[in-house]
């Protein structure tokens, strides 16, 4: 971990004021999800030593969730790939690139250029993304690059492609905050989008009048705001949405003028959507009349609306037809182009937009030109003055990797990105890296589930030594800028795919030295011959020396002549980029998803995210703070289906699908649907025996994005007949080996929870044997009932705590982490870890702040015992909820329970 | 002088010369008492035979003595191995011939050692561990060595393991059981006493099973094991547990228990009445006790019988605290833990090489059990609280974590005058503080007094603090 120095930061002023600062401030972007967050870095000499919001980035106002305040403890080297390695050898750089090139070179030599792909990423700056698909179209000819944003957005790209002539955004945060409803439909914001959430919340305190409609099959910390949930049955979207448009029909109230002027398609588009009346829609969503009919008149009656989309919607096997099933209700009210109006998607990633702009998707060129336009393919190999042009489509990630798999695809590169984990049907990849001749792996991380398979390990560089651009979900680009110098050998994503590019003979178009050279190739491509013919021009960003690139400002393209201060909402003027210039209407019809469940798999699987993790984990799971909000994976279970199934609440329960089978505890969920299961798919080999989640599911994708149906998989879950149970949380490293296991950094240093079969003879020696921890132990046995306590301190400090039973942990085992940081570790320490019984002073409960470290058990007494009724008193009292505010729903979900009289 | 009774004792060991002693003592000369002993000299301390290595004589040893017998009128004869029994006529018959009639038989056959039936047992310096004979033949042998291998990691074995070290032999000790010791002590103590004996230099094999003795390479011989291992050795003493010398018994058709052993009563008689078997060869309630302490009982329990007592055996608390190759060991009551619902609470400090444990009921209120290893210094302390069944003051963990415990008390302070200090010799704390206050002031004052602690020597610790807690007292009554 990073030392942080702690205000040391003015070790002696009056000399400081003869010199310049000791303090400098950097502003960059935040590493994680779509929001963009900038951020202010204080850097201290070579040490990063504190974050914060930026106050004047427009996407977050000062603001930042807590795994971007948490980002420096994520920073550190451990972990971190240092140097190329071929095999298990460290390689020189130039035996590296070497071997790469020449690896690629051969296979297309002799298989073709069809041969070899690029599986990249929304982690990739612009800049990187911008080099690496100028050397997979214009160099090698293939359109064999994909982009891991395939899982999350491409089928809105898709979708506003379809309907706008061009993958645009219309909309900008500030439309959050400026409409009079908001539907969010397959988000849970507060947890996987938590500024763009604190808005959300602010805008609805301003105005009391707006409404906020969540329709998602689970409940959430998104429902928490929620005037209405709709609980629809999983995939039912279409059939909701369908309804809004025969309701404004039905209701007189669409925008007749708007669908005139600006649209067509409307009215076998209507026609898609007749049969959808408010009481078939109930039926088929299984939902009640009353919310149909409420969102319907709330749509049609409000002024303004939002539909705020996200995964939910886009993992679909029907997800571009659910786009354009929001965006047909945009139109035909004619919520599109106005303040506080539009379809909005959101991405997960912090450049999956920027990957769009440079055309790291198969299917797109570059600078938002299409590969099956000729005249696009022209400007860009004239523009390149490249050798080749892609000209048709490449494979798209859940085809790339069965291609890898059948060995159509003999070499692939992947950059920042872990398809080991996050596609589909994961023991088929394994199999397809396995199998494949060639893998080649830029990253930062030594260790991840993908690097297992790699022949060769480049060394990238991270946050904070990377240096570039970012293009956030609102269309704004901002800088995240390099501040430390890069680790080890490290090189920046641009400079080892231009070396690869220059090895393999294409010298000419990769003679960057710079960043900014890069961007500014980008930018003037992004003009050329444009016209006004698309969408994306940042031309007037071209010509920008090194330093005005280094100063630039976040900026929402277009930037150009007509929008030289960049664009805060697109299509106000109505036109559009299709060949009439309207927008089109596209009639959408209702299916079922492809993975439907049988009478063997009796369950369906949604996936999704929890608070404070992000994506894999290669980086939120090196961080404790992180980690106390919920450190194990875990399956949600209805009440009933656990009887059904005979399950118990903690219980570790094999989930299996025609796929494969993951080990996951149980966590009771009553917000759940009946017949429905939730697991969040962060977990990997790195952290857990056997819980990534993504391999149950089926390969199945969109027919027109190709992204694949990652919210439903049918699943069967029954009980693994765990004969212990085991937490263990220790100031040094734990081992396991237990069927099942799961691990994370946390205050104290380690922790692990595990779960196995057969008799352990001697649990001391188990634990001895399982750490590294060294001082005096005590084991304390309750054989009758298998239960084993076993502790090691050394001069008055707790080393490691292990505590195992034959039934799974009712009761929080917090506390047992919260013994490491006691100040005083002695007989009353002792005596309590022997007993079970936490001492006053780690009584906290569960983490629910992880900014301030506040406990469930901390909160609950506040509201009962000192009626703190509201966010706020609560606040005041434990500081929970004053930071970063990812945890208010959680807060505000603990007064409704714990005081009910209260309504908040 | 014809109505004296004729006991005949069979074997003397330490436990049959206990009997001989006791029954002195206790009665009015009224039997006549003939000793038969296999091994050619009375009584030894087998106890502390391997004494013998570091120097101690035969005579050193010897309990007794041919005068010391002569003195009491005792007929006693060695080198004479009954070898049969007429319980129809009431005599023994021995292998040189001579034949003797009884009206008491007491059989104190004691034990022999087991050897397993390995092929190859037989090969040359393959040697058991019991007698002053072995031993000297050990010792013969040994200089011709220069590795020795022992077969059984229990109490004997590394006894025996210790004795190979002394004789100058790169030793190591083959063990069946994953464990050391797996009798007296539990897994966690077994691991600890591992460790802290292959830090002395012994090469200790857990989870082996012998599967062939053969011709070594680099030593004479060879041991295969079943899991596909060897190790090569010049000398190989078996000493993989005992087994009761019952043969006798079985010539004469007496109960036997079916693993073993001749059945007695509370009375310490067999199935025939007038025949009763003490030591390691008795099977009472289907339990053999290998150790010297309830074998003395078993001794005071026939004599008692036999001089209308009312002495009977009712089991024995087979704690025990030792002290091997200088690792301080010690066992109370049911160290494994086996009490269903018992809790078992242990401390353990690898660096410091000591292991303690104490197990309890689940109300945690009474002591049943306890293994220490590496520090015995809350040994007589416990044990204490585990024969008087005194109720727990603190945390069962405060006990044995130095953390947790408070002033070293003096176990003495709180004992009863009643309770005995020296299981072997029943000798009580009254009776050792009326020693002191007839000025024995020290172990061995006390010990050649009242023969507290002249056995096996367990209570050698129990004395000393006694001897502290009365001095202690008197300083108080001075001051």
């Known amino acids: 971990m990073l030392m942080i120095p702690m205000a040391e930061a003015q070790p002696n002023l009056g000399k400081n004021?003869?010199?310049?600062?000791?303090?400098?401030?950097?502003?960059?972007?935040?590493?994680?999800?779509?929001?963009?967050?900038?951020?202010?870095?204080?850097?201290?000499?070579?040490?990063?030593?504190?974050?914060?919001?930026?106050?004047?980035?427009?996407?977050?106002?000062?603001?930042?969730?807590?795994?971007?305040?948490?980002?420096?403890?994520?920073?550190?080297?451990?972990?971190?790939?240092?140097?190329?390695?071929?095999?298990?050898?460290?390689?020189?750089?130039?035996?590296?690139?070497?071997?790469?090139?020449?690896?690629?070179?051969?296979?297309?030599?002799?298989?073709?250029?069809?041969?070899?792909a690029l599986y990249v990423s929304g982690q990739l700056l612009t800049e990187d993304y911008y080099v690496a698909n100028k050397l997979m179209k214009g160099y090698i000819g293939s359109a064999n690059i994909d982009t891991n944003s395939r899982l999350c957005m491409s089928s809105a790209v898709a979708g506003y492609k379809r309907a706008f002539g061009s993958d645009t955004v219309p909309c900008n945060y500030q439309d959050l905050e400026d409409t009079d409803l908001l539907v969010l439909v397959g988000s849970n914001a507060a947890w996987t989008h938590p500024v763009l959430f604190q808005r959300m919340e602010r805008a609805k305190q301003i105005n009391p009048d707006m409404k906020v409609v969540v329709i998602d099959p689970r409940q959430s910390a998104t429902s928490e705001l929620a005037d209405l949930h709709i609980a629809i049955k999983p995939g039912t979207d279409v059939a909701l949405l369908n309804g809004v448009v025969n309701y404004l029909a039905e209701q007189g109230l669409l925008d007749k003028n708007y669908i005139e002027q600006h649209t067509e398609g409307f009215s076998a588009t209507l026609e898609s959507c007749q049969a959808w009346t408010a009481e078939r829609v109930a039926q088929y969503c299984d939902i009640p009349l009353e919310q149909v009919s409420t969102y319907y008149q709330w749509f049609a009656n409000s002024p303004t609306a939002i539909t705020f989309y996200c995964m939910g919607v886009n993992q679909s096997s029907q997800g571009t037809d659910k786009c354009n099933a929001i965006i047909n209700c945009h139109l035909a009210s004619g919520k599109v182009g106005k303040v506080g109006s539009g379809p909005f998607s959101i991405t997960g990633q912090p450049n999956a937009m920027g990957g769009r702009e440079v055309g790291g998707l198969a299917n797109m060129l570059a600078a938002h030109m299409d590969i099956e336009n000729p005249k696009h393919r022209e400007n860009v190999q004239t523009f390149w003055r490249s050798p080749r042009i892609a000209d048709k489509a490449g494979a798209k990630a859940v085809d790339m990797f069965e291609k890898v798999?059948?060995?159509?695809?003999?070499?692939?590169?992947?950059?920042?990105?872990?398809?080991?984990?996050?596609?589909?049907?994961?023991?088929?990849?394994?199999e397809a890296l396995a199998a494949c001749p060639l893998v080649v792996?830029?990253?930062?991380?030594?260790?991840?589930?993908?690097?297992?398979?790699?022949?060769?390990?480049l060394p990238a560089t991270g946050w904070s030594e990377k240096d570039g651009t970012v293009t956030n979900s609102e269309r704004r680009i901002s800088r995240q800028r390099g501040i430390m110098p890069p680790s080890g050998e490290a090189k920046h994503d641009w400079q080892i795919i231009c070396e690869v590019a220059q090895a393999m003979g294409f010298a000419s178009g990769f003679r960057f030295t710079s960043p900014a050279e890069i961007f500014d190739e980008h930018a003037r491509l992004s003009g050329y011959e444009n016209y006004g013919s698309r969408d994306f021009d940042i031309s007037g960003l071209a010509g920008m020396s090194e330093g005005e690139y280094d100063r630039l400002r976040p900026v929402q393209w277009p930037v150009n002549a007509q929008y030289p201060q960049g664009c805060s909402r697109m299509f106000e003027d109505g036109r559009f980029f299709t060949k009439s210039g309207k927008a089109q209407f596209v009639g959408v019809t209702a299916k079922a998803p492809v993975q439907i469940t049988s009478e063997e798999y009796p369950l369906v699987l949604n996936s999704g995210r929890v608070r404070d993790q992000w994506h894999t984990m290669t980086r939120t799971g090196k961080a404790a703070k992180l980690t106390a909000h919920i450190a194990e994976p875990f399956v949600a279970v209805h009440p009933n289906d656990a009887e059904r199934f005979s399950l118990i609440d903690g219980q570790v329960a094999k989930v299996t699908s025609a796929f494969g089978q993951v080990l996951l505890k149980v966590k009771l969920d009553s917000g759940q649907r009946k017949g429905e299961l939730f697991a969040p798919m962060h977990w990997n080999k790195q952290f857990a025996s056997q819980a990534n989640i993504n391999k149950l599911y089926a390969p199945v994708v969109d027919p027109i994005s190709g992204q694949p149906e990652l919210k439903h998989a049918a699943v069967t879950i029954e009980p693994y007949a765990a004969d212990f149970y085991g937490i263990a949380f220790s100031r040094s490293m734990i081992m396991s080996d237990s069927e099942y296991w799961t691990k994370a950094p946390n205050q104290a240093g380690f922790q692990m929870s595990f779960a196995g079969q057969g008799e352990i003879s001697d649990w001391l020696d188990w634990c001895q044997q399982h750490s590294v921890s060294q001082g005096e132990w005590i084991r304390v046995e309750n054989s009758s009932e298998k239960s084993f306590r076993v502790m090691c301190y050394k001069a008055q400090q707790l080393e490691f705590v292990c505590y195992i039973q034959a039934t799974p942990f009712a009761e929080d085992t917090s506390w047992l982490s919260e013994m490491f940081m006691l100040q005083q570790f002695d007989r009353e320490e002792i005596k309590a870890l022997v007993a079970g019984t936490p001492t006053p002073e780690v009584a906290k409960g569960r983490q629910i702040c992880s900014c301030f470290q506040v406990g469930e058990k901390q909160i609950i007494e506040a509201i009962v015992d000192y009626g703190d009724d509201t966010v706020e008193k609560l606040g005041e009292r434990l500081k929970c909820g004053t930071n970063c505010g990812s945890c208010k729903t959680d807060l505000s979900g603990l007064i409704r329970a714990n005081c009910p009289a209260v309504a908040v | 002088m014809t109505t004296k009774q004729r006991v005949i004792v069979v074997g003397n060991g330490m436990v049959g010369h206990h009997f001989v002693d006791q029954l002195v003592a206790q009665s009015n000369q009224q039997f006549e008492i003939t000793v038969l002993a296999e091994e050619p000299r009375l009584a030894y301390d087998r106890v502390h035979l391997s004494e013998y290595f570091s120097g101690k004589s035969a005579e050193d040893l010897s309990l007794t003595s041919e005068t010391y017998y002569q003195s009491l009128g005792i007929d006693h004869f060695v080198n004479q191995r009954v070898s049969e029994i007429d319980r129809s006529r009431k005599t023994v018959l021995t292998n040189q011939g001579k034949t003797l009639e009884y009206d008491k038989l007491v059989l104190a056959t004691g034990s022999f050692p087991f050897v397993p039936p390995i092929p190859g047992k037989e090969r040359e310096n393959c040697f058991v561990y019991r007698t002053i004979e072995d031993l000297d033949l050990i010792k013969a042998a040994a200089e011709k060595c220069k590795v020795g291998l022992v077969v059984g990691g229990g109490l004997l074995g590394l006894e025996a393991a210790n004795a190979l070290k002394q004789l100058g032999l790169k030793t190591h000790v083959?063990?069946?059981?994953?464990?050391?010791?797996?009798?007296?002590?539990?897994?966690?103590?077994?691991?600890?006493?591992?460790?802290?004996?292959?830090?002395?230099?012994?090469?200790?094999?857990?989870?082996?099973?012998?599967?062939?003795?053969?011709?070594?390479?680099?030593?004479?011989?060879?041991?295969?094991?079943?899991?596909?291992?060897e190790i090569e050795t010049d000398l190989v003493l078996f000493s993989a547990g005992i087994r009761p010398q019952d043969a006798l018994a079985r010539q004469c058709a007496l109960e036997i228990g079916e693993r073993g052993g001749i059945v007695i009563n509370d009375n310490c008689q067999t199935s025939d009445k007038d025949i009763y078997a003490i030591g390691e060869c008795a099977l009472w309630q289907n339990r053999i006790f290998g150790l010297v302490s309830p074998g003395y009982t078993m001794a005071r329990a026939a004599v008692s019988h036999l001089t209308q007592g009312e002495v009977i055996f009712?089991?024995?608390?087979?704690?025990?605290?030792?002290?091997?190759?200088?690792?301080?060991?010690?066992?109370?009551?049911?160290?494994?833990?086996?009490?269903?619902?018992?809790?078992?609470?242990?401390?353990?400090?690898?660096?410091?090489?000591?292991?303690?444990?104490?197990?309890?009921?689940?109300?945690?209120?009474?002591?049943?059990?306890?293994?220490?290893?590496?520090?015995?210094?809350?040994?007589?302390?416990?044990?204490?609280?585990?024969l008087q069944k005194d109720e727990l003051s603190d945390t069962p963990e405060s006990l044995i974590v130095p953390t947790l415990q408070g002033e070293p008390v003096n176990p003495a302070d709180t004992m009863a005058d009643s309770s005995f200090v020296c299981l072997c010799n029943l000798v009580t704390k009254g009776t050792i503080v009326d020693a002191i206050s007839a000025g024995c002031d020290t172990v061995d004052a006390i010990k050649a007094k009242t023969k507290a602690s002249s056995s096996c020597g367990t209570c050698v610790g129990m004395v000393q603090n006694v001897i502290d807690s009365e001095m202690a007292k008197l300083a108080v009554e001075v001051s």
């Open chain 1, 405 to 430: 798999r059948n060995g159509e695809i003999k070499a692939i590169w992947v950059m920042a990105t872990n398809p080991a984990v996050s596609l589909p049907n994961g023991n088929a990849i394994a």
């Open chain 1, 441 to 457: 792996v830029s990253d930062c991380n030594l260790n991840t589930d993908t690097t297992e398979w790699a022949n060769v390990r």
């Open chain 2, 314 to 386: 009712s089991g024995a608390d087979m704690s025990t605290k030792l002290k091997l190759m200088g690792v301080a060991v010690g066992s109370i009551g049911d160290a494994h833990a086996r009490t269903p619902d018992a809790l078992t609470f242990c401390y353990e400090n690898p660096e410091e090489g000591v292991y303690k444990k104490v197990v309890t009921d689940t109300q945690q209120k009474h002591l049943i059990g306890a293994v220490l290893i590496g520090d015995t210094s809350e040994y007589d302390h416990l044990l204490q609280l585990h």
């Open chain 2, 174 to 229: 083959v063990e069946f059981a994953p464990q050391l010791m797996p009798t007296q002590i539990d897994v966690g103590g077994g691991r600890q006493l591992k460790a802290k004996i292959e830090a002395l230099g012994v090469s200790v094999h857990t989870e082996k099973a012998t599967k062939i003795i053969t011709d070594g390479e680099s030593c004479v011989h060879k041991l295969e094991f079943a899991d596909g291992s």
């Open chain 1, 17 to 116: 004021l003869m010199n310049k600062p000791a303090v400098r401030l950097k502003q960059t972007t935040c590493p994680y999800c779509g929001v963009g967050c900038g951020i202010d870095v204080n850097v201290d000499g070579q040490t990063l030593t504190q974050v914060n919001g930026s106050s004047d980035h427009p996407a977050n106002f000062g603001r930042l969730c807590v795994k971007g305040s948490s980002v420096l403890e994520t920073n550190d080297v451990s972990g971190r790939l240092l140097q190329p390695m071929i095999g298990d050898s460290v390689v020189s750089w130039d035996e590296a690139i070497n071997h790469v090139a020449s690896g690629f070179q051969n296979v297309i030599e002799k298989h073709g250029p069809q041969a070899v």
